[in-house]
């Protein structure tokens, strides 16, 4: 039997109960894609923490970070397993030999099984990436923001500046392996800079230079026409007006986007692929001969060493350490460059008043 | 006499610096166009370039296609394709032979000796049937051999230094294809005799016995597979009779043979073909695949952000997915060649899923897995530029259709969508730009299996390995080259794929343009 309260309880329509329905549906989507996003990053980081990480002091694995990638032996000694680097490995064995000579006895060699890249760390690729981000975003950026200011500023507005803004507009949204082909084709083969840190440059500052220039743009033209105008009226030239009434206001905005070029930059693996990345390299960028030398070696790279890893090699326990902990260490180095544009842009957002 | 007044009499002056610094504004100008020249200029060129290293490989085609047709490789094509029907015909009674050994196995209790026993007179029947097409088989090889050497021949006959000085005359095709010609004569008994054998061994064939009806079933299609078969084998004949060397490839031969070939093969000792086809599929396929996952999470989860969503939700849900778009491609395909595709290999081999079509997987790495790792390369994409279309919706509209009483879903559904379709099908577009342009992901989950994907089974399509435009480049690349033909084909390719990034931009920004709404 109904009480009296029940009848003013809200009844839910058939339409009600649909809305919640769809409601749900979408509310389904975004976390799903959330979800999507954490598993992949949290597999990574729970993962390639057992690398990067280790349980006493320094807690960083050192060795990890600051030493060129080795071929690991891993080998049965006195009943226990031992794992030991190239390096460590000739030298336990140069060892042995001695004893064995001092005893007049010969050496017992323990057979070992080894797993390439496995040992040792990824210091190289660290720097290579660095060297390779570097390098191409002052090309991009000297060119792009330059580009920019001429085209807002100091073009005159027709239709030939709109064909061309169009023209770079879709560029942007060309495939990096293009890009690559292209750097590949013109530098490496046509130039004959062969596989470089020269040519990987141009080629990376080629692929990100639409996206400097229309983010440039835009920031600049975003700054209100009566800053120029007042400067104008004011008596300063047409240079002083740019410098200190446009680009003062323009700057976060060029630089939130040059920092999102950044991350694009160090992402990309195509267009260093056949430009500029070598899988393994013995010396370090600076140990060159000459000084041009510097510019015309390949250098080695996070994303392609993730490549190499994880499909050129045959996959065990071994090399899943070096897989996910080179992983790792490329998500957050790529994870602070983006966090540091998008805190930027939040606080210019919410700087901007005109 | 005093100086003329050389100033000009307008010139803009100022107390500082006067002229000088109209002439540094100048060159600051200057600078700043010179800059802007050189920057469209490179970005020009590599259109340029692409351009002429692309296009060029036509012109090696059609060379390559005429050394096709005189050296007689094309001579010798059905031959060998009937070797290779009867291959096949090989290679499926060996399947059947296998499975009648599985059904013996299964329904008596005979052992493997005793099943083999069993099965002698069908091993003998397969045997007789690959005896009979011997001297066939025997001609194609020989042919074959033949012709590639006479095409070997004419590649290092025109290689030499006199033939390019104009010392040496062209290379005699005409001679060198006599021996290869001459087996016109023969041909006709060997087709008899082949024929009368096959014919002789595939009726001995009904006296066979079968452990099911099924089997039996699939023998007598099998017979009647390779009695027309051995009918058809004069057709042969009649195509190599009629074949004219001499008759000219014409150069839309070359394009057809690139954007329709059905085959991409590279450095085979027979004959390289540079068919896109199968590329395109692969690409359009993995990318299908791709939208069918991102559109409906991206464009949902933009609708639920912008009109349902609490502010403190908005804040969590936007950056995070903006931080999505920052994870490196490279790292989301190694997620899928190491943990996606194990993972997708033990869910289908679950039992109860296996009424999933394709499940279990054949292949670790498929469309699918990389179908899956590029849906979360395009949702950021559609779900950043879906917001912001339905953020640009006036209030105006929400807030009228809310006050007639429509509730909360009718307005998004009836309202606001409709309102911002420009954006959102402009976000879709933009997103299937990327997810095709993708290089690390299809090239490291996608199987990378050079096939057209085969329509015909279904949706098992889904779970084939597949190649793509941007994976062949990158896989490739390495090992062309350069001003080879294989480095052109990929450099057309790559200008395949440009025009086609191109094309999809130029329709997103027109299906804004389009669908725009009315202003008021």
Known sequence: MATPAEQFRRQSTAIQRREKVIVFFLRASAWIILLAGATVLGTIAWKGAGTLLQPNFPF???????????????FELDGETVEMSDQDFREFRAKLAEEAAASGESAIVPDSTSYVYAAGG?????????????????????????????????????????????????????????????????????????????????????????????????????VPQGFREGALALG??????????????????????????????????????????????????????????????????????????????????????????????FVLLVAVIASASLFLRHRIRARQRW | MSEPDTRRPFAVTSRYGGERKVVGERMIQLFFGGNAFVAVL????????????????????????????????????????????????????????????????RNTELDREAINARLRPLDDFILAFEDAAEPLIHASMNLSDLAAEIKMAAIEWEETEEYRGGLKPDFDYETARESLVAFL?????????????LRRVVNQGNQLEWANTALARAFAELRNEALAFATDLPGAYHEMSTWDPNEPVPTWKAWSVFLTGSQWLTASFWQDWYGVLPLLTGSLLVSFIALAFAVPLGIGAAVYVNQIATRRE????????????????VVLGFFGIIVLGELLRQFSEIGWMSWWPGFPVAERLNALTAGIMLALVAVPTIFTLAEDALQNVPKTYREASLALGATRMQTVWKVILPAAMSGIVSAVLLGFGRVVGETMIVLLCAGNRIAIPDFTRGLEVFTQPVHTMTGIIAQQMGEVVEGGIHY?????????????????????????????????
Request: charged share 15%; aromatic share 12%.
């Open chain 2, 488 to 520: 052109r084909a990929l450099f057309m390719v790559g200008l395949l794929l440009f025009v086609l990034t191109l094309t999809i931009n130029y329709l997103a920004q027109r299906a804004v343009r389009r669908l725009r709404l009315p202003t008021i």
């Open chain 2, 185 to 197: 004569g023969t041909q006709e008994r060997l087709n008899e005799m082949v024929a009368a054998n």
């Open chain 2, 42 to 105: 490179i970005l020009g060129l590599i259109m340029i370039f692409l351009a002429r290293e692309g296009l060029g490989f036509f012109q090696l085609n059609r060379a390559n296609l005429e050394v096709y047709r005189k050296a007689g490789l094309e001579f010798v094509e059905p031959l060998r394709l009937q070797e290779n029907q009867h291959n096949q015909l090989v290679r499926r009674m060996f399947d059947l032979r296998v499975e009648s050994a599985r059904a013996l196995g």
């Open chain 1, 122 to 222: 990824i210091f190289p690729n660290i720097v290579g990436t660095l060297l390779l981000v570097a390098g191409s975003m002052s090309i991009a950026l000297g060119l792009g923001i330059a580009t920019a200011i001429y085209l807002s500023e100091y073009a005159r507005q027709g239709s030939t500046v709109r064909f061309i803004r169009l023209a770079i507009l879709n560029l942007a949204g060309v495939p990096s392996v293009v890009f690559g082909l292209f750097g590949f084709g013109m530098f490496v083969l046509f130039f004959g800079w062969n596989v470089s840190l020269i040519a990987g440059w141009f080629t990376l500052a080629f692929m990100v230079l639409p996206v400097v220039i229309t983010a440039s743009e835009e920031a600049l033209r975003a």
């Open chain 2, 314 to 329: 908005q804040n969590l849900i936007k950056p995070a997915i903006e931080f999505i778009a920052a994870i490196p491609s």
């Open chain 1, 60 to 74: 960083i694995n050192i060795t990890f970070l600051a030493e060129a990638p080795q071929t690991l032996h891993v």
């Open chain 1, 236 to 329: 300063a030239t047409r240079w002083q007006t740019i410098r200190r009434a446009v680009i003062p206001h323009a700057l976060p905005g060029i630089l939130t986007s040059s920092i999102l070029g950044i991350a694009r930059v160090a992402g990309e693996t195509a267009p260093i692929m056949f430009t500029a990345a070598f899988i393994m390299r013995d010396k370090l960028p600076w140990e060159v001969d000459r000084w041009f030398d510097f510019f015309f070696q390949g250098v080695m790279a996070l994303p392609y060493h993730i490549y190499v890893v994880s499909s050129k090699i045959p996959q065990n326990e071994y090399s899943a350490r070096v897989q996910f902990g080179t992983a790792l260490v």
